[in-house]
């Protein structure tokens, strides 16, 4: 298990993520423990900010929604999860 926390801004309180929870697979997509229904977490970072695209019940589905996202926001230079 690996604890890692979240910077805190002023005022913030520090937030520990037990990383246990969750297990990156492929690009812009993560597996998260705790959901049954959705499990696959699609998400992309741009200017330092972190954009949640949803959760999904495939990992292919996940990595789709990352590939669409990704050539909108980075155009030629995203890089995509190879997917069917």
Same mark, same amino acid.
């Given at each position: 298990? !690996?604890?890692?926390? +979240? *910077? #805190? $801004? ?5 937030? =520990? ?12 997509? !993560?597996?998260?423990? +705790? *959901? #049954? $229904? ?5 998400? =992309? ?40």
């Amino acid at each position: 298990m !690996r604890l890692s926390i +979240k *910077s #805190k $801004k002023h005022g913030e309180h520090e937030t =520990i993520i037990d990383d246990e929870d969750y297990e990156k697979i492929s690009e812009g997509v !993560r597996r998260n423990g +705790k *959901s #049954k $229904k959705n499990p696959w977490q699609a998400f =992309i970072n741009h200017n330092k900010n972190f954009i949640h695209l949803g959760c999904f019940p495939t990992e292919i589905e996940a990595a789709r929604t990352y590939n669409e996202k990704a050539v909108e926001i980075f155009g030629k230079f995203a890089k995509l999860n190879e997917v069917e």
